[in-house]
C-alpha cells in the first residue's frame, strides 16, 4: 500500500532510523552456522512424526467432543437439575468493521499506550468474513519498518509485539474511557519476537597449515568450550484473523483450541480468534543480535485464516507437550527437520506432496519388513555356503566407524542407541558365519579369555573362502586408492578438530560415497558359483524397495546433486543381482544338506521314501492272511526289496559320479 494511505500511522523516530545496512552486519562475527543435512532418513522421520502428531490431534478432537453431559440426574438418589450452557456464538458477524493495533516493546506485560514511539502500525477499516478486501482482493495486508535495538536487547534482551483488535472506532488504551475502550470489543495477543538459540562453538582448522575461518572470539570461546545462548531475529511475522461461526460450548473447547478461543463474561459470545503465526519462519533466516545490531527489519503482514488451517497449525503447537524423547532428540535437531519439511510444502506441489506423504509410510513398512526378514534370515541359517563372510566382518568395521562418528560429533542420544543397535547386529551375525569359541588358556592380562573365530566348514569346502579372498583382492585394488584420494582432499580443503577427528570423518565420509562397492564382492561369488539360491532375497527386495523410494525422494526434497546421484548406485547393484538371478537357473542336481537333490526325489530314487511307502502298504493289506500266503509275501517282499536296493545303490553311485565330473568341469570352466 501507498505511504500516503490513512490507516498506515508510523511514529517518526520509528521511520528516521539508521538504512537497513546495518542489519547485514549482524550475525556476521556471529557463531559459526551448522551444516544442514538433507537426508531421506531425516525427512521420513519428520513427515511420520507430523502425521502421528496430526493423528493425536485428531483423538484428542474425538475423545473431548465425546465427553459432553447430558441433562438428566446425577449418580446419586436425588435428581439434581442443572441448567445446560447453550453454543456461544461470534462476537463479530460478518461484515463487522474492526481495527488492528500492533505494539513492540521490550516489556512482556504491556502498559505503555501513552508512548508514542511503541505503536508501529495501526490498520483501520478491516471487515471481518470479507476475503476480498486490500489491492489484490486477497484481504492481504502488508508494512515494513524498522525498530531501533537498545543496549539491552544487544545482550540477549526480548522484544515483544502486543497486537489489539477492537470494534471500529474503539481504542485497545484503557485509559481512553468508557465510551472509547470495551474489554468485551477487544481481543488482544502477544508473542516474543526474538528466538534464543543455543550455539557451541568448535574448534577447527586446517591440520596442515593451522589456517580456520573462525573469528579469534569465536576461536577463544571454542577453546574455552563454551555454550552460549544467543539471542537471534526474524524479520517476517503474520497476524492471522480467523473467519470463524464453529458454535462452541463454553467448558468443551478441545485442547489446545480451548487456550486461543476467550468467551465474554456472559458465556454466550466469544471473541473472534488472533494468531500470531511465525510457522513458516526457517531457522536458516533467524540472524544473531549481538553489539553491532543498531536496528532490526519487521515485515508485519494481515492476513485472514481458515478454521481448518488454523487446526493445523495449532497441532504442531503440541509437539513439545507430546515429544516425551525431545530432550534425548535435542531441539536444534528437531528444528532443523522442521525445516526441512517446510521448504518441501513451500517448493513443491501439493500433489506430488501427497504421494510424497503415503509413499513415506510405505517405506517405513519397507524399513520394518526388511529388518525382521534380515533378522529370520541369519537366524535360520546354518551354512554360510555361497555368502560373503569378509563383507560381515566390513560391515562391523563400517557400522563401528559410524558409532564412533556420532559420538565425536555430539549427535543425540537417539541416534547413539540406534547406531548402537545396528553394531550389535553385525556382531551377531559374525557368530552365525564363524565357529566362535572361548580360549581360556591363552587369557588377555591373564583375566578375559580370547575369542577364537573359526571358518565353518563348508566355507572352506564349498570353495565360498577363496572366491571371498579373491573378491576382496580385486576389490582393494580399487578401494585403497579411492580411499586414500578421499583423505589427501579432506586434509587439504577441509578443517577439522584433530587428526583423530580426521580420521573419523575421512573413514565416515569415504564410507558414505562408495558403500556401494561392499556389495560387489557378493555379486563376484555369485558369478563363480553360478547360484544365487544361498541369497536373502526377501529381504533384498524390501531394501531394494526402498531404494526406489528414495529415489523419488531425490527429485522431491532438496538436497545436492551428488546425493542424487548417490541413490542411484544402490539401483545398479540390485538390477545386477536381478541378472544374476535370472540367469543363474534352479539347479536340480545340487545336492541339499540332506544328500538329495529335486533331480533324486522327482525321479523317485530317494530309498527313505521307498521304505515309508512300502511301510503303509503293508499297514493296508488284508488282515486275515494264511500262513503260506504270509511266507510267501516276505519271500517276495524281501527279494523286491534286494532287488530295489541293488538298483537304488547302482543308481546313487552313478549320480556321484556325474556330480563328480560335474564338479570337475565347473572347475576346469572356472
Known sequence: MSAEDPSYHQQNQVAVNPPPQAQGVAGQDGAPVLQEESTTQKIFGTIKSVAMRALIFYLIMQFFKGKQESPGTSDG??????????????????????????FVSEQQEFGEFHIPETLVWKKEGLIYGNWEQGPNEDSIFEFATQIPVSERVQNNGSLYIHTF??????????????GMFSKKWTTYKTQRLNKFMKMKYKKTANLLTGATEQSEEDQVKAAAGLTEIISHWHPNLTLNVVFDHTPWIPGQVPPPLDEFVEFTPSLQEYKPVLWLNDYWNLNKDYTPINSTTSTLNLTLTIQPLSMFKWQMYSAQQLRNRFNVLGNLMGEQEEDQDQDSVKEAFLETN??????????????????????????????????????????????????????????????NTVIRISCFVGLAIEIWKVTKVQDVSFDFENKILGIFPRIKLDDKKDYKDSGTKEFDRMAFRYLGMAFFPLALCYCIYSVIYNEHKSWYSF????????LLTFGFIMMTPQLFINYKLKSVAHLPWRMMTYKALNTFIDDIFAFVIKMPTMYRLGCFRDDI?????????????????????????????????????????????????????????????????????????????????AWKNSQKQKSKKSKKTD
Not at 503 to 510: A, D, E, R, T
Request: glycine residues 6%; negative net charge; contains cysteine.
Open 165 to 178: 483488535i477492537v470494534r471500529e472506532g474503539m481504542s485497545p488504551d484503557p485509559s481512553a474511557g468508557k
Open 503 to 510: 580420521v573419523l570423518g575421512s573413514c565416515y565420509g569415504f
Open 573 to 653: 547393484v540390485f538390477f545386477i543381482f536381478l541378472y544374476q538371478r535370472y540367469i543363474y537357473k534352479e539347479d536340480k542336481s545340487r545336492v541339499n544338506e540332506f544328500g538329495y537333490s529335486a533331480d533324486m526325489l522327482d525321479e523317485g530314487n530317494n530309498p527313505k521314501q521307498d521304505a515309508i511307502t512300502g511301510e503303509i502298504e503293508a499297514e493296508e493289506s488284508p488282515l486275515a492272511l494264511t500262513a503260506e500266503n504270509t511266507t510267501e509275501t516276505k519271500q517276495d517282499n524281501s527279494a523286491e526289496t534286494k532287488t530295489e536296493i541293488k538298483q537304488d545303490s547302482s543308481d546313487s553311485g
Open 77 to 102: 438418589a436425588v435428581a439434581v437439575s442443572k441448567p445446560m450452557r447453550g453454543p456461544a456464538t461470534n462476537l463479530f458477524q460478518d461484515g463487522m468493521a474492526f481495527d488492528m493495533y500492533v
Open 350 to 411: 501439493i500433489y506430488l506432496l501427497v504421494l510424497t506423504f503415503v509413499i513415506s509410510i510405505v517405506h517405513s513398512v519397507f524399513e520394518f519388513l526388511a529388518f525382521k526378514n534380515d533378522i529370520q534370515f541369519w537366524n535360520k541359517k546354518k551354512s554360510v555356503e555361497g555368502l560373503s563372510v569378509r563383507s560381515v566382518f566390513f560391515n562391523v568395521f563400517q557400522n563401528l566407524i559410524v558409532v564412533l562418528y556420532v559420538f565425536d560429533s555430539d549427535t
